[in-house]
């Protein structure tokens, strides 16, 4: 021991690491996975009752079926119902597909969406999504393939709400089953692609659905792989690794476009990015405040030089795809000198001090500085707050705040989805309207829209309500996002959904 | 020694107790409701509340953390809010990944760090120890995420020899993070190695070891190199320790399914549970590998006796 030559103790240590290190590897994926999909984050959980974030949508949209769908167009088609009619203001009937199995082999009945929206509603079940249901006030099974869904109001935009992830139908046997594995090892559905395996924090392999009702599903295997870095997602692409990359940042943009072999299919989104005002709190309790702070923002150099083009000018609270969207909004006009003008006349002619909010989003937090050198030029003092996301939701939901950026995804693509959680007064902080603005007017409005049947009479309201919305200005109505998904040129049959939850089954790698 | 080893042994407990305790109070006063961020930005109020009381967040402090303690001991460590994985298995799925990264980078380091203190300090003040003393020093300054896409544009970009991320199975894929993690970890052992030996070279006992006629090569491997190892030892130890608490950067970057990144994501969702349970793990195989360094150092001087 004593005369050991200390050098191969060393060795040794070194060969003993690297012996762990080696048997500690994974095993290799059995197959050649047929498509693999790169997005910025793992999903959470598979239950769709469990989680209503993104990454998780994204997977779970190619293992569920909702009752209707909701085309890349926008617009409603069949799914697990075949068919569907409204016997009073307040009841639906729904026609339940046939011979429709899930993956473990049982068979779809009108049960399974019965004990799925009773699920989802079950205040037990604590499910993020459970407002998508909230009008809903019972569900009622008449055969085997008929249920009757009752709202305890007149809901026109249930059918949207019935296309939403959220939704989606599960195997009442299946999660009845499982218990608490449901959803993280067990995972049911009856769409295109069935659950395989997850390695958490790295990838989910689904393998093709041979017996999907919806018609031939293309890809053999689905994996999706989580890639935080956004430059990291976009070199995996290029070198082949990978052959859809979601959320293509600016930076790899524009590189990514000279690259050979690799296209950039964009699509705007129903996320809308703005910078909401504390309505009850002087001076934003005043519109011509409001209305000033609209004039002197440059949005459009926000578009262009924050976002490299990745968004488009907002006029109103809406994107113009969604079902309800006034036409004819036009957005404020950059113009400090009228800006300058309105602080006057509302009693500001020398501006005053305030903050503004953001989470560490770094495009937020860029906007907020943008904000910052704008606002000096109208004389108001901004003094910008970085806060940690938890914290942030709290504090302004709380009203704690002066001015806040934040954003909201109309998913339903229903005007009542992006305007009534937002604008109306039984909405006020944690629900959605941390502006704490209301009109009643704006109420009535949203009121009518959500419980009248006829469209005509829905349109004219929603119509008239983003006129006082855009008017009142309780936001800095700033843009709508753009997705990029970068695509390798062998990759065919890839058509991306405005909600982001693009489907799979049609897609086709050479 | 083996009643040492034991003594140490049945002290871990306490210090994951204390360990418990300070991670607990430390979350619970952080701001930001765990319900809230579970349920997004749209929930109804009613739905808040019913999930507090489910979660046990409406309990007073003492009564939550000694129910978590009552289970902690069967370890139950609860289940992720975010997932409802049991925690023990959402933080035993992230080990091995850690591990593995976490040995290979110290090993790395080791090779590297030790080889080029001892060149540097065999030839001191020449023109090599300048250069490795230059080296070394770009080493510690240079940013982890930067270096960390340098390696991959170079080695999976340009030359197409290794994946740029993820861990699918086969050596290929530990490479860049831990030649990335090992070389950062390796400046700091470089210089240690060459300090020491230079500090046992100029003692009493190397003189007398070349008087007595004992060859160049063995003065300075066995006698001087054995005696300079017991601080890099610490080094090394501290440094495996702190890469088993998961390299955040590095695992973001190369998409690594490690424990970095399980506790940062928990961090900002406030799954509390989580957050506890990957505490607890980085306290004990901290201490484990802190035990392993004190047992080396004895291995390594045998005037180092523990009774």
């Given at each position: 021991m004593?005369?050991?030559?200390?050098?191969?103790?060393?060795?040794?240590?070194?060969?003993?690491?690297?012996?762990?290190?080696?048997?500690?590897?994974?095993?290799?994926?059995?197959?050649?996975?047929?498509?693999?999909?790169?997005?910025?984050?793992?999903?959470?959980?598979?239950?769709?009752?469990?989680?209503?974030?993104?990454?998780?949508?994204?997977?779970?949209?190619?293992?569920?079926?909702?009752?209707?769908?909701?085309?890349?167009?926008?617009?409603?088609?069949?799914?697990?119902?075949?068919?569907?009619?409204?016997?009073?203001?307040?009841?639906?009937?729904?026609?339940?597909?046939?011979?429709?199995?899930?993956?473990?082999?049982?068979?779809?009945?009108?049960?399974?969406?019965?004990?799925?929206?009773?699920?989802?509603?079950?205040?037990?079940?604590?499910?993020?999504?459970?407002?998508?249901?909230?009008?809903?006030?019972?569900?009622?099974?008449?055969?085997?393939?008929?249920?009757?869904?009752?709202?305890?109001?007149?809901?026109?935009?249930?059918?949207?709400?019935?296309?939403?992830?959220?939704?989606?139908?599960?195997?009442?046997?299946?999660?009845?089953?499982?218990?608490?594995?449901?959803?993280?090892?067990?995972?049911?559905?009856?769409?295109?692609?069935?659950?395989?395996?997850?390695?958490?924090?790295?990838?989910?392999?689904?393998?093709?659905?041979?017996?999907?009702?919806?018609?031939?599903?293309?890809?053999?295997?689905?994996?999706?792989?989580?890639?935080?870095?956004?430059?990291?997602?976009?070199?995996?692409?290029?070198?082949?690794?990978?052959?859809?990359?979601?959320?293509?940042?600016?930076?790899?943009?524009?590189?990514?476009?000279?690259?050979?072999?690799?296209?950039?299919?964009?699509?705007?989104?129903?996320?809308?990015?703005?910078?909401?005002?504390?309505?009850?709190?002087?001076?934003?309790?005043?519109?011509?405040?409001?209305?000033?702070?609209?004039?002197?923002?440059?949005?459009?150099?926000?578009?262009?030089?924050?976002?490299?083009?990745?968004?488009?000018?907002?006029?109103?609270?809406?994107?113009?795809?969604?079902?309800?969207?006034?036409?004819?909004?036009?957005?404020?006009?950059?113009?400090?000198?009228?800006?300058?003008?309105?602080?006057?006349?509302?009693?500001?002619?020398?501006?005053?001090?305030?903050?503004?909010?953001?989470?560490?989003?770094?495009?937020?937090?860029?906007?907020?500085?943008?904000?910052?050198?704008?606002?000096?030029?109208?004389?108001?003092?901004?003094?910008?707050?970085?806060?940690?996301?938890?914290?942030?939701?709290?504090?302004?939901?709380?009203?704690?705040?002066?001015?806040?950026?934040?954003?909201?995804?109309?998913?339903?693509?229903?005007?009542?989805?992006?305007?009534?959680?937002?604008?109306?007064?039984?909405?006020?902080?944690?629900?959605?309207?941390?502006?704490?603005?209301?009109?009643?007017?704006?109420?009535?409005?949203?009121?009518?829209?959500?419980?009248?049947?006829?469209?005509?009479?829905?349109?004219?309201?929603?119509?008239?309500?983003?006129?006082?919305?855009?008017?009142?200005?309780?936001?800095?109505?700033?843009?709508?996002?753009?997705?990029?998904?970068?695509?390798?040129?062998?990759?065919?049959?890839?058509?991306?959904?405005?909600?982001?939850?693009?489907?799979?089954?049609?897609?086709?790698?050479? | 020694m083996w009643v040492y080893i034991a003594r140490r042994l049945l002290a871990l407990?306490?210090?994951?107790?204390?360990?418990?305790?300070?991670?607990?109070?430390?979350?619970?006063?952080?701001?930001?409701?765990?319900?809230?961020?579970?349920?997004?930005?749209?929930?109804?109020?009613?739905?808040?509340?019913?999930?507090?009381?489910?979660?046990?967040?409406?309990?007073?402090?003492?009564?939550?953390?000694?129910?978590?303690?009552?289970?902690?001991?069967?370890?139950?460590?609860?289940?992720?809010?975010?997932?409802?994985?049991?925690?023990?298995?959402?933080?035993?799925?992230?080990?091995?990944?850690?591990?593995?990264?976490?040995?290979?980078?110290?090993?790395?380091?080791?090779?590297?760090?030790?080889?080029?203190?001892?060149?540097?300090?065999?030839?001191?003040?020449?023109?090599?120890?300048?250069?490795?003393?230059?080296?070394?020093?770009?080493?510690?300054?240079?940013?982890?995420?930067?270096?960390?896409?340098?390696?991959?544009?170079?080695?999976?970009?340009?030359?197409?020899?290794?994946?740029?991320?993820?861990?699918?199975?086969?050596?290929?894929?530990?490479?860049?993070?831990?030649?990335?993690?090992?070389?950062?970890?390796?400046?700091?052992?470089?210089?240690?190695?060459?300090?020491?030996?230079?500090?046992?070279?100029?003692?009493?006992?190397?003189?007398?070891?070349?008087?007595?006629?004992?060859?160049?090569?063995?003065?300075?491997?066995?006698?001087?190199?054995?005696?300079?190892?017991?601080?890099?030892?610490?080094?090394?130890?501290?440094?495996?320790?702190?890469?088993?608490?998961?390299?955040?950067?590095?695992?973001?970057?190369?998409?690594?399914?490690?424990?970095?990144?399980?506790?940062?994501?928990?961090?900002?969702?406030?799954?509390?549970?989580?957050?506890?349970?990957?505490?607890?793990?980085?306290?004990?195989?901290?201490?484990l590998?802190?035990l392993v360094?004190d047992v080396t150092y004895a291995l390594?001087?045998p005037?180092i006796r523990y009774g």
């Amino acid at each position: 021991m004593r005369h050991r030559y200390p050098g191969r103790g060393l060795a040794w240590v070194v060969a003993l690491a690297l012996g762990l290190a080696l048997t500690l590897g994974s095993g290799a994926l059995a197959q050649g996975p047929e498509l693999v999909v790169a997005q910025g984050a793992d999903a959470v959980s598979l239950d769709p009752h469990r989680t209503n974030d993104q990454p998780s949508s994204r997977v779970m949209r190619q293992i569920y079926d909702t009752l209707l769908v909701q085309g890349e167009d926008l617009q409603l088609y069949p799914g697990l119902a075949t068919e569907w009619r409204q016997l009073s203001p307040t009841r639906w009937e729904f026609k339940i597909r046939q011979g429709v199995r899930f993956h473990n082999g049982d068979v779809l009945t009108a049960h399974d969406v019965k004990f799925t929206f009773d699920r989802l509603r079950d205040p037990a079940t604590a499910a993020p999504g459970a407002f998508i249901l909230s009008p809903v006030a019972n569900v009622e099974v008449v055969d085997d393939y008929t249920i009757v869904i009752e709202t305890s109001y007149p809901f026109a935009p249930l059918l949207n709400h019935l296309a939403h992830t959220t939704t989606s139908i599960l195997s009442r046997n299946a999660v009845t089953r499982a218990g608490d594995a449901y959803g993280t090892r067990v995972v049911v559905g009856t769409g295109p692609f069935r659950f395989e395996e997850w390695v958490t924090g790295s990838h989910i392999v689904l393998s093709r659905n041979p017996d999907y009702w919806g018609g031939e599903v293309k890809p053999g295997r689905v994996v999706f792989r989580a890639i935080p870095e956004g430059t990291v997602r976009a070199i995996e692409l290029e070198t082949g690794a990978v052959d859809l990359a979601y959320n293509i940042e600016p930076q790899d943009e524009l590189r990514l476009a000279d690259v050979p072999g690799i296209d950039l299919v964009r699509v705007e989104t129903l996320s809308t990015t703005y910078i909401g005002f504390n309505a009850r709190k002087p001076p934003f309790n005043d519109a011509r405040v409001r209305q000033a702070i609209n004039h002197a923002i440059n949005v459009d150099a926000i578009i262009e030089h924050i976002y490299t083009g990745q968004a488009s000018r907002a006029a109103g609270p809406i994107s113009q795809m969604v079902w309800g969207a006034h036409p004819e909004l036009r957005p404020y006009e950059y113009n400090p000198e009228r800006a300058r003008q309105l602080l006057a006349e509302a009693g500001y002619p020398n501006g005053f001090k305030t903050t503004i909010w953001t989470n560490d989003n770094p495009l937020r937090m860029q906007i907020a500085e943008v904000v910052q050198s704008d606002l000096r030029k109208v004389g108001i003092d901004v003094e910008v707050n970085v806060m940690e996301w938890g914290a942030y939701l709290r504090e302004t939901a709380q009203g704690n705040h002066d001015m806040f950026i934040l954003g909201w995804v109309t998913v339903t693509a229903d005007a009542d989805y992006g305007l009534y959680s937002l604008f109306h007064s039984s909405t006020f902080g944690d629900p959605g309207n941390r502006t704490f603005w209301s009109h009643p007017r704006v109420d009535e409005l949203l009121d009518l829209g959500r419980t009248t049947a006829d469209p005509q009479v829905r349109l004219r309201a929603y119509r008239e309500a983003q006129e006082i919305i855009v008017r009142e200005a309780p936001w800095v109505f700033l843009l709508f996002l753009t997705e990029v998904t970068g695509v390798r040129s062998n990759v065919t049959g890839f058509v991306p959904h405005p909600a982001g939850h693009h489907r799979l089954q049609q897609v086709v790698k050479r | 020694m083996w009643v040492y080893i034991a003594r140490r042994l049945l002290a871990l407990p306490l210090v994951l107790l204390g360990v418990s305790v300070l991670v607990f109070l430390a979350l619970h006063l952080a701001p930001g409701d765990p319900a809230q961020i579970m349920l997004g930005e749209v929930a109804p109020r009613e739905q808040l509340e019913r999930l507090r009381q489910e979660l046990g967040l409406d309990q007073p402090l003492v009564v939550q953390y000694v129910r978590w303690l009552g289970r902690l001991v069967q370890l139950d460590l609860g289940r992720s809010i975010r997932s409802n994985r049991p925690v023990v298995e959402e933080i035993g799925a992230r080990i091995p990944a850690t591990a593995q990264l976490a040995a290979t980078a110290v090993a790395v380091a080791v090779a590297i760090g030790v080889t080029a203190g001892v060149v540097s300090a065999r030839r001191a003040n020449t023109w090599v120890d300048q250069v490795v003393t230059i080296v070394a020093m770009a080493g510690v300054a240079m940013p982890v995420f930067w270096q960390a896409l340098m390696l991959i544009l170079l080695f999976s970009v340009y030359l197409g020899w290794l994946p740029p991320s993820g861990r699918l199975g086969g050596w290929q894929y530990l490479v860049l993070p831990a030649v990335t993690l090992g070389t950062s970890a390796a400046a700091a052992i470089t210089r240690m190695t060459r300090s020491t030996m230079l500090e046992v070279l100029g003692l009493d006992f190397i003189r007398t070891a070349r008087a007595k006629g004992v060859s160049e090569a063995r003065v300075f491997f066995h006698h001087a190199l054995r005696n300079a190892l017991v601080p890099v030892v610490t080094i090394v130890g501290l440094e495996f320790g702190s890469l088993m608490a998961g390299a955040v950067i590095t695992e973001t970057v190369f998409a690594w399914p490690g424990v970095g990144r399980l506790v940062v994501d928990a961090i900002r969702s406030r799954d509390l549970p989580v957050v506890q349970g990957c505490v607890l793990f980085f306290a004990a195989s901290y201490a484990l590998i802190n035990l392993v360094v004190d047992v080396t150092y004895a291995l390594l001087d045998p005037r180092i006796r523990y009774g």
